[in-house]
C-alpha cells in the first residue's frame, strides 16, 4: 500500500460540495469513481478540507492509499486517462508519492480561500462572483477584514449545528483589493469553520454597505453569536486558492 497526493480544482457549480454524502453529487465521490474505475477496485480519497455546496476549488489536495504499482500510478498516461474519464468540471494536475503517514487534511498547516465580486453586471462572471453594483465602502471593507488577526474565536461566522470541535483559528491575513471591476477577497487561517469564509464575507459586505461599521463588525467577532453576523454570501464567488503543509 503506497499513498500518493493529488493536486486537482473544480468547479463546484454542480455538486452539492467536496464531502461525498447519499442522494447527492459530490467532488469526492466523482473522483473516486474516475480512480476506482482506472485502478479495477474501489479507492476513497481524502481531502484537506471540505468546501460547501457551489464553492470552487483552484487549487484542492487530496490524498490516496492504492496497493497499485508506483509505475501505473505516477505515469503521465495515468493522469491523462484520469482527466479523460473525469467530467469536464474537475481537473486533475499531479499525483506524486509521499510518505505514509502524510495526510491531506491533518498536516495541512495553512488554507487560503479568495471571493470575488463584480461591481458591474458582466456575464462573464455569472457563476464565479456575486454581482454588487451598489456602492461599496472598501477602505471600511478592508479596516474590519484586518482587525480579524486580532482575534481566535470566530463562532460568530460558524454555520450553526456544526460539528466543530473548538471555533478557534488562527487568522494569517485578511485583505481586500481592487482589481477593475472586481473586489477580491483573500482569507488564509490555519483552518476554517464550516461557512466561516461566506458568512465573514457577507458581514463585511455589510461593512462596504453602511450597515455596520468597523468597530460594530469586532462587536459581531466578540459576541460569539450567529445571529449577530450577517447573512452568507453566496457560494458562486468562492474558492479555495492554496494549501500548504
Known sequence: M???????????????????????PSVQETLEEGLSRLLGAPHEVVGAGRTDAGVHAAFAVAHLDTEAEPELVLRAEFLYHLNCVLPKDIGVRKIYAVADDKHARFDARRRE?????????????????????????????????????????????????????????????????????????????????RGMVRAVVGTLVDVGRGKLTPAQFCAVIESRARAEAS???????????????
Request: one cysteine or more; proline letters at 3%.
Open 2 to 24: 503506497a499513498r500518493y497526493f493529488i493536486e486537482l480544482s473544480y468547479n463546484g457549480a454542480a455538486y452539492n460540495g467536496w464531502q461525498r454524502q447519499p442522494n447527492a
Open 113 to 193: 480561500y479568495k471571493y470575488y465580486i463584480t461591481t458591474v453586471k458582466d456575464p462573464f462572471a455569472v457563476g464565479t462572483c456575486w454581482q454588487i453594483t451598489q456602492p461599496l465602502n472598501l477602505d471600511a471593507m478592508q479596516t474590519a477584514a484586518v482587525a480579524m488577526l486580532r482575534y481566535e474565536d470566530f463562532a460568530s461566522f460558524a454555520k450553526l449545528h456544526s460539528d466543530n470541535k473548538t471555533t478557534r483559528c488562527t487568522v494569517f491575513g485578511a485583505n481586500w483589493q481592487a482589481e477593475g471591476d472586481r473586489l477580491i477577497f483573500t482569507i488564509a487561517a490555519d483552518r476554517f469553520l
Open 231 to 245: 447573512a452568507q454570501a453566496p457560494a458562486c464567488g468562492l474558492f479555495l486558492t492554496d494549501v500548504q503543509y
